[in-house]
């Protein structure tokens, strides 16, 4: 491939859940030059970089000089972000907004990945032209992180996807392994959501959507300026449960409903995101949940994580 046609990709968040797959899909791609910064899981090939700190991420961005940044690196978990809003806020809102506003500097167009917890869950499905309303503090800081890319630039993209799970060594790094944690810790009965509807959506199939719409969003053709992308069966966290636990050799009857709305952080009760944009791309590959459940417990397991939960 002539060189001049190959994009250099600068990914935060890049020792995360999505950002792993991503890095393997970019490195192994020979369209792309790609590095990634993380923080404390930084190292190897990962660069340590504080994107709390404009100064550090200027001069990581003028090191790299990429042609596009997918921004990751986020607080993604709902509850923690409402015990320390000002720390989250920091990360989720400030940080992006001055990547934003960095990017835009030097040309460079930015992919950030967004949330589903932007809606209400009063009228699911939502296309990503519909107004959202977050319920909670994560899907607040999300909306006014959108705002502030999309005023940095009107060729910066935003991705908003469900929970997501994938290829990892322990069961708490996703919001869909750690249901089986209750199953492996005790013997007794497990309580289980039965009120809120997800879509549990594959790491890797989010990764392969990224990388496949990197050219267009690189010359400033991807349409926009928000995309969802999110798999389509629809599973209450005791289906999850049962599914994973099933797999894992264990009895799913030691489920017991909960039908009560979950304490902590308010969710919606159900927010399906429509993808007519990704789908009119071709960039709606979705690996059944039940064949992509089984690659992400086979990876714990080899990792030893299921192990190391039965010791906690
Ligand atoms: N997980 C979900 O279910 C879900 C659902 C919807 C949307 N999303 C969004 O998708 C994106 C990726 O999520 P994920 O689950 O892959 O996240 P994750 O696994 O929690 O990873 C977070 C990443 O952020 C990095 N990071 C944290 N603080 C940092 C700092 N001060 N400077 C630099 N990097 C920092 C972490 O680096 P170290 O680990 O090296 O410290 C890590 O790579 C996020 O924007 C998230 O909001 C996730």
Redesign the pocket.
């Known amino acids: 491939m002539n060189t001049e046609s190959i994009i250099t990709v600068a990914v935060?968040?890049?020792?995360?859940?999505?950002?792993r797959p991503l890095m393997s899909l970019l490195e192994s791609d020979s369209r792309f030059r790609v590095r990634g910064?993380?923080?404390?899981?930084?190292g190897g090939s990962l660069d340590r970089?504080?994107?709390?700190a404009p100064a550090a991420v200027d001069a990581w961005l003028d090191d790299v000089k990429p042609d596009v940044l997918v921004?990751?690196?986020?607080?993604?978990r709902p509850d923690v972000y409402a015990k320390d809003p000002e720390a989250a806020d920091r990360?989720?809102i400030n940080?992006t907004e001055a990547l934003a506003l960095s990017c835009a500097a030097r040309e460079v167009n930015m992919l950030f990945?967004?949330?589903?917890y932007l809606f209400d869950g009063a009228s699911s499905p939502y296309i990503s032209e519909d107004e959202a309303n977050p319920l909670n503090a994560y899907g607040l800081g999300?909306l006014a992180a959108e705002l502030a890319v999309s005023a940095a630039s009107d060729k910066h993209r935003m991705l908003r996807?469900?929970?997501?799970h994938g290829p990892s060594d322990s069961l708490e790094?996703?919001?869909v392994t750690v249901l089986c944690k209750a199953f492996l810790d005790t013997d007794g009965p497990v309580v289980m959501d039965v009120w809120q509807t997800r879509y549990p959506t594959f790491?890797p199939d989010v990764a392969a959507a990224i990388t496949k719409l990197l050219p267009s969003l690189a010359d400033g053709t991807l349409p926009g300026p928000a995309l969802h992308f999110s798999a389509d069966e629809p599973f209450t966290k005791r289906d999850i449960g049962e599914i994973m636990v099933s797999y894992l050799g264990m009895d799913p009857a030691r489920a017991v409903d909960d039908s009560r709305p979950p304490s902590g952080a308010p969710r919606p009760k159900e927010v399906k995101l429509a993808c007519p944009k990704m789908d009119a791309m071709g960039l709606m590959k979705i690996t059944p949940f039940r064949d992509a459940i089984r690659i992400t417990l086979d990876s714990i397991r080899d990792a030893g994580g299921l192990e190391r939960s039965i010791l906690v």
């Open positions: 935060t968040g890049a020792s995360g859940l999505l950002g910064a993380a923080w404390s899981r930084a970089v504080d994107i709390t921004h990751l690196a986020a607080e993604r990360l989720n940080a990945l967004s949330t589903n999300k996807i469900p929970l997501i790094e996703s919001s790491t």
